[in-house]
C-alpha cells in the first residue's frame, strides 16, 4: 500500500515555507525523499533512519517519527529552485531483508517569483 | 563519470509488439529496479533485482519481464500481455545488499514509451 502524501500541490511565493507529510499504514525502518522536476529523474534528498532523527542541509530539512509512522519534509525560505514533485519513500520493518521502497503518489510544490 | 544509462529516451511501438528497455549502471551497484510512471501516481515497483541472477516481482509486474545476468544491466521486456503499457519507464540502482543507511537509489533519465 504506497504512502499516502499530503497536500497533493501546492503553490507558494518564493522566500515562503512548505511543509509536505509522508503518512504510511506500516512500521516503517527508514524515509526517503526525493525531487523531480518535470520529465527529467527524480535526485535523491535525504534518508531519514529508525530512531527519529531530523535531517538537513540547507534551507531543506526533514522529521521522521516512527511511532505516528509519519515523516514531514521542511523547507524554508523557498527558491524558484525548489519547484518539482516531491515523493517519500518508506521501507517498512515488514520488508527487511528486501532492499525496496514503496512510494508516495507525489506533492507538487511550484514556486512563483 | 559513474551512473546509469537508460536507452532509447522515447520509444514508440505499435500495439501487441514486445519492447525491450535498457538500463545499464557502472556504480558497482548490488541492487536495481524498474518503476512505471503515469501521471498523478507516483513510482510504482515493477520489478527489483537484489543480485545477479535473481529478481522478484514488484507490485505491478503483470506483462512485463526482466534478467539481471550481470551486475551492470538489468534490461526490462513489456510484452503484449501489459494492457495499458504507455508510460514513463525509471530505472534505478542502489547499493543494496542489506545496507539500509545510505541505501539512496539513484535513477537514470527515463524512457517514455507509447504504444500506438
Known amino acids: 500500500q504506497q504512502p499516502v502524501q499530503s497536500p497533493q500541490a501546492v503553490i507558494l511565493r518564493e522566500g515562503e515555507d512548505a511543509v509536505i507529510n509522508c503518512s504510511s499504514s506500516k512500521a516503517l525502518y527508514s524515509v526517503h525523499w526525493y525531487r523531480q522536476k518535470h520529465g527529467e529523474a527524480p535526485v535523491f534528498l535525504m534518508i531519514l533512519l529508525k530512531g527519529g532523527e531530523q535531517k538537513g542541509h540547507d534551507k531543506i530539512s526533514a522529521s521522521f517519527n516512527e511511532k505516528k509512522q509519519q515523516s514531514s519534509l521542511y523547507l524554508t525560505a523557498s527558491q524558484l529552485s525548489y519547484s518539482g514533485t516531491y515523493f517519500c519513500?518508506?521501507?517498512?520493518?515488514?520488508?527487511?531483508?528486501?532492499?525496496?521502497?514503496?512510494f508516495g503518489t507525489g506533492t507538487r510544490l511550484t514556486i512563483i517569483p | 563519470d559513474g551512473g546509469i544509462t537508460q536507452s532509447p529516451k522515447y520509444l514508440f511501438r505499435k500495439e501487441g509488439q514486445n519492447v525491450t528497455l535498457s538500463c545499464e549502471q557502472n556504480?558497482?551497484?548490488?541492487?536495481m529496479y524498474w518503476y512505471r510512471q503515469d501521471p498523478g501516481q507516483g513510482l510504482r515497483l515493477i520489478y527489483y533485482?537484489?543480485?545477479?541472477?535473481?529478481?522478484q516481482k514488484g507490485d505491478i509486474a503483470e506483462g512485463y519481464s526482466v534478467s539481471r545476468e550481470k551486475k551492470e544491466s538489468f534490461p526490462l521486456t513489456v510484452t503484449s500481455a501489459q494492457k495499458n503499457p504507455t508510460a514513463f519507464y525509471l530505472c534505478?540502482?542502489?547499493?543494496?545488499?542489506?545496507?539500509?543507511?545510505?541505501?539512496?537509489?539513484?535513477f537514470g533519465p527515463g524512457t517514455r514509451l507509447t504504444v500506438l
Open positions: 534505478a540502482s542502489s547499493i543494496g545488499a542489506g545496507v539500509k543507511v545510505n541505501n539512496e537509489q539513484f
Open positions: 556504480l558497482n551497484h548490488d541492487a
Open positions: 533485482s537484489q543480485i545477479v541472477n535473481d529478481f
Open positions: 519513500g518508506t521501507d517498512s520493518i515488514s520488508n527487511f531483508g528486501n532492499e525496496k521502497l514503496t
